[in-house]
């Protein structure tokens, strides 16, 4: 059996560079030259969709979105997130969690999908350092511009990586391990 992979494009394009996912993801999507089993899709700021769509069973999840970690803007990080689970926390702190699900940020889509038992066992981030995410103004900055091509072509390596990974079968939980890696400092 094949292995599947969902690279998913997190944030708002009304935001600045805060469209730096939706943008690779719309990138790619046009270029159409990834492999069978990749699904390429654009999320907005809305995490219940990334949860519907896990819901399919994938074998690795590729977030594309902007993080802020302090470097220089454009630059890029491939993260490896931990996932809280759900079960340890307080019925207060689920409560609030699970009060208001409509613009979940990607951990918490992530964490409500491991508590589904959808969340695929291998995820991964492909962060870029944002220069402004604050204005509401379409368009990315010269920096995050030139970053969402290398975007594009360091997802084509991972999925290549990802598609070729032995794994556990979809829908098991992860080993998460919460490292960085930095791929691009420029």
Do not use: K
């Not at 996912?21 to 990138?27: C, I, L, Q, W």
């Not at 870029?128 to 970053?147: F, K, M, Q, S």
């Not at 091509?149 to 390596?157: I, M, P, Q, Y």
């Not at 794994?167 to 930095?182: D, I, N, Q, W, Y």
Request: hydrophobic residues 45%; negative net charge.
């Amino acid at each position: 059996m094949s292995r599947r992979v969902l690279v998913v494009g997190v944030g708002n394009l009304l935001r600045r560079d805060d469209g730096f996912g939706p943008e690779v993801a719309r990138r790619l999507d046009e270029s159409a030259d990834l492999p069978a089993g990749v699904r390429v899709i654009e999320t907005g700021i809305g995490g219940v969709a990334l949860v519907q769509e896990l819901m399919d069973r994938y074998d690795a999840v590729l977030i594309l979105d902007t993080v802020r970690r302090g470097g220089a803007p454009g630059t890029l990080y491939l993260l490896e997130p931990e996932i809280p689970d759900l079960q340890a926390w307080t019925d207060a702190e689920r409560h609030t969690f699970l009060a208001d699900l409509h613009q979940v940020e990607p951990s918490g889509a992530l964490t409500l999908a491991a508590a589904l038992g959808v969340l695929p066992p291998t995820i991964r981030i492909l962060g870029c350092e944002p220069a402004d995410c604050d204005e509401a103004e379409i368009g990315l900055t010269p920096a995050v511009a030139r970053a969402a091509g290398l975007a594009c072509e360091r997802v084509r390596r991972l999925v290549g990586e990802l598609m070729s990974e032995p794994g556990a079968e979809a829908g098991t939980s992860p080993a998460p391990t919460g490292r960085v890696r930095l791929m691009v400092d420029h």
